[in-house]
């Protein structure tokens, strides 16, 4: 029987209650066991993660323009107007030109994303699109491990410990912004899943 996501689950790890919450927790159920993200450890990492990146559950855009990502070939943004176009959109706030173009080959049509950014702002992509880049990366494997880990992760040029909450969220971020945010959804996640 897989473990069910409510919408109370969500509730309770943000704090406050939102109107895509229902149709977040749809997409959830539908999307996350198909990428074997069906436990309720694994769902309270990828969930305390969603919480941030998303402000609570409360949008599936990015607050700010998207004008910062101009420019960044890192992020295949080379032609004018890519970073406004590219912003992050979805549960984990897929950004950037390459991004946007490597989850529409994924799914089959190449420029769906490039075409139609905003698809990511839709519920049904904006968690198939997490779990896409949840499992390029492994974090099921992270999420399993021990809260007590000491784990070894690349970061900076540099091999640093880090808890399992502290790796997926560099690996989710690219860094330490929000961190202690991410700890405490997570700390929520555990006593509302585990």
């Not at 436990?39 to 305390?48: D, G, I, N, R």
């Not at 080379?78 to 991004?99: A, C």
Request: net charge negative.
């Amino acid at each position: 029987m897989p473990f069910i996501i409510e919408v109370e689950h969500l509730i309770a790890i943000a704090g406050v209650s939102t109107k895509i919450m229902p149709e977040l927790v749809e997409w959830l159920n539908k999307t996350c066991p198909a990428y074997e993200i069906d436990t309720p450890q694994e769902y309270a990492h990828f969930l305390a993660q969603s919480c941030h990146e998303t402000d609570h559950f409360k949008t599936l855009e990015e607050y700010a323009s998207g004008k910062a990502y101009e420019g960044r070939a890192d992020l295949g943004n080379t032609r004018p107007g890519d970073g406004v176009k590219f912003k992050g959109r979805g549960i984990f706030q897929t950004t950037g030109r390459s991004n946007y173009l490597q989850l529409g080959i994924k799914e089959g049509h190449r420029d769906l994303f490039i075409n139609t950014p905003e698809l990511l702002e839709q519920p049904q992509y904006a968690v198939w699109s997490a779990c896409e880049y949840w499992k390029t990366r492994g974090l099921n494997d992270i999420a399993n491990h021990a809260d007590s880990d000491v784990l070894k992760k690349k970061y900076r040029g540099n091999l640093i410990e880090v808890s399992p909450v502290e790796f997926i969220s560099i690996a989710i971020n690219g860094g330490y912004n929000g961190m202690e945010e991410r700890k405490k959804f997570y700390a929520n996640a555990k006593n509302v899943l585990v």
